[in-house]
């Protein structure tokens, strides 16, 4: 791809990669400087639903830029080469890491449930602990013993 072809797809990873503020910048820019630019640049943002996204971050960083990765690989990654066998072979090892990865991010995924409930599980306990604790201390007022 010639640099004149691939600078708008540098220009968009250099934007996402300053997140949502970056892009609102570079459209309130391009309505100043020739309203054109900003107008498409507000319709890129809709259509490519990065105006309304909620999630912000580095999960949402991270998915965004694996989301443009896995296209990328579409693009170029399956190209053939004319060697039939290199061919299968590329696409084996590229089906086995995409496998691999999804099940890390899977174990990932469990990893964070598991502390996040343990985390939730002590903090009941501190709960319980401490109903328990003003329990036994609030006990009957003195001079007025339970009679």
């Given at each position: 791809m010639s640099t004149i072809a691939a600078w708008p797809s540098r220009a968009e990873m250099w934007l996402d990669q300053r997140g949502k503020g970056a892009w609102i910048a570079a459209m309130v820019l391009g309505f100043i400087f020739f309203w054109p630019v900003g107008l498409a640049l507000l319709a890129?943002?809709?259509?490519s639903k990065r105006m309304?996204?909620?999630c912000q971050g580095r999960l949402a960083h991270h998915d965004r830029h694996a989301e443009m990765n896995q296209?990328?690989?579409?693009?170029?990654g399956f190209r053939p080469s004319g060697n039939s066998a290199f061919d299968a072979y590329k696409a084996d090892t590229l089906d086995r890491l995409e496998s691999e990865q999804d099940e890390f991010e899977a174990f990932l995924k469990r990893l964070r449930d598991s502390k996040d409930k343990a985390e939730f599980d002590e903090y009941m306990d501190?709960?319980?602990?401490?109903?328990?604790s003003e329990g036994h201390e609030e006990g009957p007022e003195p001079g007025r013993g339970a009679y």
């Open positions: 890129y943002m809709i259509w309304f996204s909620k296209m990328r690989m579409r693009r170029y501190e709960r319980a602990r401490a109903a328990k």
